[in-house]
């Protein structure tokens, strides 16, 4: 697979600078944020936290080639979990008026981490048994933790049982959003670029003959397993103090499956154009607002549409790569 | 004891329907090495289609029911076909996630056209009584007939299609596209038919699912086929999917466990999950299934 072998030039020269850009562009926009028209804001967020997502699962399913269904399931842990830390910890530390700025951030951040760790952990629980399996066995098994994932959540009380948790703080802001986004794109992007991520891509090309070479495939599954867990679980937090309620519902199969049909639209394994993906699915369903009657019935014939035209992704102008 | 029986006869008649949907499954499965995730909405459709007929029939008669079931039949064998010629008879050949993905596209699109208020709209519909209602009690296990038809029927279409498998020619080309669809077509077999020939099977014993599956939980909405469409497709998986028979047994046992495990009174509100669960667990120790073949992986 010569044409997944980026030269250094293709890259962006020197991808901690651009890290670095992207996130004043996001401390910018955060800054600007009272300027910019509110519904435009939440449209951009709706985009960040699917590009989280998308590029996330992107370094599973694209880069690492294993099949995975569950990922709203992951976003739902981070979700509860995160949630569930503000929501006891900020009326405590702050009072029923909200904290100052610096406290309310630290503590977001907190949260978040939290959250994360809590989707990395889920992920590695999962994964250590189900990445045993290829194919449309590990999807399928993947798509059944999801949903399990999913009955837990409705049936344990303290977060809310069935009908969610409410009332979450308003914490997330365009800025926080665009910065994990960064951080998500920047990680995911060193890590498969990285010497040792060139094992994800070997994995997925040819797992024995990674496994001839010496690789463990097991051990790389498993870690892009963890760290797409990971950024799931930060675009749950994110998600949740954007929306504010969350209910076990909101991450189930049609969820995970939202963000699949972002990496198989976007090409997968294909970072920029998993973003384009990420940004046009997201602005889709707004631009098709005015047809609302229609809109489901539109998207899913794009969908298949897009599939019977472009098999390779949207975004791939490379040559067709075929399973 | 009485409740053990009692709880069986309800799971064998869940388990019956889930085997009629995981057939669809692991047929298409046989052929074309792909899930088709649109078949828990030929489901859905073949649901609607006995609702939209039984409507206009009287209710409670045994010709009746039959219409119903035979109207609702032909509708997703025709709707099975035509998905399959529009739509992925242009992919075979490409990645099986684009397939995937079209597939998920698909059952979409089923679900959104039938969501649409001119078409059904979201409210869940009564579904009418078109079959005789009547209860019986076998040594104080209280059996409804709507239960006895969804069991009878379930089995005279899994005999007929277990026939149709092994005892014609069509079966036989089916069975040959399954094993190697190049030698296969090189003796003769006319791929493209035996292929739309076995979505025509698999999609009409669906539609057959939907409307025994309606008849017992007597409502119908657009969303409805995508809890047992899942759980068939685990059904499909748990008996080694590509194995007809496999299927059939899957489907029995997925029924029963979940049946009883929503008996239980303190694990019922874990039933959705339980399903999966045993599918984790089977895939873990024998990734075939239970009546599955070990295909081994060339290099």
């Known amino acids: 697979m010569e044409s997944k072998v980026q030269s250094p030039k293709s890259g962006i020269p020197g991808p901690h600078l651009a890290l670095v850009g992207a996130l004043l562009v996001a401390g910018g926009v955060g800054l600007c944020s009272d300027w910019i028209d509110p519904y435009h804001l939440d449209v951009l967020t709706n985009i960040g936290i699917n590009v989280i997502l998308a590029v996330s699962l992107n370094l599973v399913n694209g880069h690492t080639g294993q099949f995975s269904l569950g990922h709203a399931g992951f976003m739902s842990v981070g979700a509860y979990l995160a949630a569930a830390v503000t929501l006891n910890l900020a009326p405590r530390l702050f009072g029923p008026d909200g904290g100052a700025a610096g406290p309310t951030a630290l503590?977001?951040?907190?949260?978040?981490?939290?959250?994360?760790?809590?989707?990395?952990?889920a992920g590695l629980l999962v994964g250590v048994p189900s990445l045993r399996l290829k194919g449309?066995?590990?999807?399928?098994?993947?798509?059944?933790?999801?949903?399990?994932?999913?009955?837990?959540?409705?049936?344990?009380?303290?977060?809310?049982?069935?009908?969610?948790?409410?009332?979450?703080?308003?914490?997330?802001?365009?800025?926080?959003?665009?910065?994990?986004?960064?951080?998500?794109?920047?990680?995911?992007?060193?890590?498969?670029?990285?010497?040792?991520?060139?094992?994800?891509?070997?994995v997925r090309d040819d797992e024995v003959a990674a496994a001839a070479l010496g690789l463990d495939p097991t051990r790389y599954k498993t870690v892009a397993f963890v760290v797409g867990a990971f950024f799931a679980g930060i675009a749950g937090g994110l998600y949740a103090h954007f929306r504010l309620t969350i209910t076990p519902g909101g991450f189930d199969f049609t969820k995970s499956i939202e963000i699949v049909v972002m990496v198989i639209l976007g090409g997968m394994g294909n970072t920029l154009g998993v973003i384009l993906a990420a940004v046009l699915l997201t602005l889709l369903p707004e631009v098709l607002r005015p047809v609302a009657e229609y809109r489901m019935i539109l998207y899913s014939l794009l969908l298949i549409g897009l599939m019977l035209v472009r098999p390779q992704g949207l975004f791939c102008f490379k040559r067709g790569r075929t399973n | 004891m009485q409740e053990f029986l009692q709880q069986l006869v309800n799971g064998l008649s869940l388990g019956a329907i889930y085997a009629l949907i995981?057939?669809?499954?692991?047929?298409?499965?046989?052929?074309?090495?792909?899930?088709?995730?649109?078949?828990?909405?030929?489901?859905?459709?073949?649901?609607?289609?006995?609702?939209?007929?039984?409507?206009?029939?009287?209710?409670?008669?045994?010709?009746?029911?039959?219409?119903?079931?035979?109207?609702?039949?032909?509708?997703?064998?025709?709707?099975?076909?035509?998905?399959?010629?529009?739509?992925?008879?242009?992919?075979?050949?490409?990645?099986?996630?684009n397939v995937l993905i079209t597939a998920?596209?698909?059952?979409?699109?089923?679900?959104?056209?039938?969501?649409?208020?001119?078409?059904?709209?979201?409210?869940?519909?009564?579904?009418?009584?078109?079959f005789p209602e009547r209860n019986f009690a076998l040594g104080g296990v209280a059996l409804s007939s709507?239960?006895?038809?969804?069991?009878?029927?379930?089995?005279?279409?899994?005999?007929?299609?277990?026939?149709?498998?092994?005892?014609?020619?069509?079966?036989?080309?089916?069975?040959?596209?399954?094993?190697?669809?190049?030698?296969?077509?090189?003796?003769?077999?006319?791929?493209?038919?035996?292929?739309?020939?076995?979505?025509?099977?698999?999609?009409?014993?669906?539609?057959?699912?939907?409307?025994?599956?309606?008849?017992?939980?007597?409502?119908?909405?657009?969303?409805?086929g995508v809890m047992p469409g899942l759980k068939a497709f685990v059904a499909a998986v748990l008996g080694g999917i590509g194995s007809i028979p496999g299927a059939a047994l899957g489907g029995l046992i997925l029924g029963t466990v979940e049946t009883f495990v929503g008996g239980s009174a303190w694990l019922s509100t874990y039933k959705d999950a339980i399903a999966f669960a045993v599918l984790i667990l089977i895939l873990l120790c024998r990734p075939t299934g239970l009546l599955g073949r070990v295909a081994p992986e060339k290099v």
């Not at chain 2, 596209?105 to 009584?129: D, I, K, N």
């Not at chain 2, 030698?183 to 038919?193: D, P, R, T, W, Y």
């Open chain 2, 146 to 224: 709507n239960q006895l038809v969804v069991i009878v029927v379930a089995a005279l279409l899994m005999v007929g299609l277990e026939l149709v498998v092994h005892r014609t020619r069509l079966g036989m080309a089916m069975r040959a596209v399954a094993l190697n669809p190049q030698a296969a077509q090189l003796v003769g077999v006319n791929i493209n038919a035996v292929i739309a020939l076995t979505f025509a099977l698999g999609s009409a014993l669906a539609g057959a699912g939907g409307v025994l599956y309606a008849l017992n939980y007597p409502t119908v909405e657009p969303l409805m």
């Open chain 2, 22 to 97: 995981a057939l669809g499954y692991t047929m298409v499965y046989g052929v074309l090495r792909f899930i088709n995730f649109a078949h828990s909405e030929v489901f859905m459709v073949g649901a609607m289609t006995g609702w939209a007929v039984g409507r206009q029939l009287p209710q409670g008669t045994w010709w009746g029911g039959l219409v119903v079931l035979g109207a609702a039949m032909l509708v997703c064998a025709l709707l099975g076909m035509t998905i399959e010629r529009l739509v992925y008879r242009p992919l075979r050949g490409t990645a099986t996630l």
């Open chain 1, 107 to 121: 503590l977001f951040l907190g949260a978040l981490l939290a959250g994360g760790l809590a989707a990395a952990l």
């Open chain 2, 104 to 130: 998920i596209g698909v059952s979409l699109l089923l679900q959104s056209v039938f969501q649409h208020p001119r078409v059904f709209g979201a409210t869940p519909q009564l579904f009418p009584p078109v």
């Open chain 1, 136 to 202: 449309d066995y590990l999807a399928i098994v993947t798509l059944g933790f999801g949903q399990i994932i999913v009955v837990l959540f409705q049936n344990f009380e303290p977060l809310g049982g069935a009908l969610g948790l409410n009332g979450i703080p308003p914490y997330t802001t365009v800025g926080w959003v665009l910065a994990w986004a960064a951080v998500a794109v920047f990680t995911v992007g060193c890590l498969v670029r990285s010497t040792y991520g060139r094992g994800f891509l070997a």
